[in-house]
């Protein structure tokens, strides 16, 4: 069983996301969707880290082998849980590239049997991140062209409260 995990923030999941988790779960058994911490971004979040997982799993519950879960643990280490041999990532410019790499040579040095597979971004979403789709919530934007129609009102919702707040 070749289980493959794609680690992020997802603070929201974008289509981008989305791209990236329907043409990697072809190619795995099983791909687990972990919401993990990057401690760069830690006190700017918009939803927690179980609500991103609620979110995640409204997306993508028509997918038979792709799982969501969270952990605030270091990825090599909940891939050695998991027994997972493969971390997804996106590749949206050259500009990700840099901390990529760095990031699955430390993975791949602190879990020797784990290899990073990169997935070039649709061309459609290149320039979509998760911190674009709050910028444009916190304006009021209509967000359908940037993430999953099922969770526009989560994010209306909570970008208000965190505005009026
Ligand atoms: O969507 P992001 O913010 O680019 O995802 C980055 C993430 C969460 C995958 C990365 O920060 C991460 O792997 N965090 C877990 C802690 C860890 O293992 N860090 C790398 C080795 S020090």
């Known amino acids: 069983m070749k289980t493959a995990i794609y680690p992020g923030s997802f603070d929201p999941i974008t289509l981008g996301h989305l791209n990236i988790i329907k043409r990697a779960a072809v190619c795995f058994d099983k791909l687990v969707v972990c919401v993990m911490v990057n401690s760069e971004k830690v006190n700017r979040g918009l939803f927690t880290p179980e609500e991103r997982v609620e979110l995640i799993r409204r997306v993508v519950q028509k997918l038979p082998n792709v799982e ?28 990700d ?15 020797p049997r784990l ?4 997935l070039p971004s649709s061309a459609k979403y290149t320039y979509l991140s998760s911190s674009v789709v709050k910028e ?15 969770i526009i009102d989560d994010i209306n919702a909570k970008m208000a409260a965190k505005l009026g707040g």
């Open 115 to 118: 290899e990073t597979m990169f």
């Open 68 to 95: 969501v879960d969270c952990s605030s643990g270091l990825l090599a280490e909940y891939a050695r849980q998991k027994k997972a041999c493969t971390l997804v990532k996106g590749l949206r410019a050259v500009s």
């Open 97 to 111: 590239y840099e901390n990529e790499l760095q990031m699955a040579l430390i993975n791949r040095k602190l879990n």
């Open 136 to 150: 444009m919530a916190r304006y009021g934007s209509d967000l359908s062209d940037f993430v999953p129609r099922e």
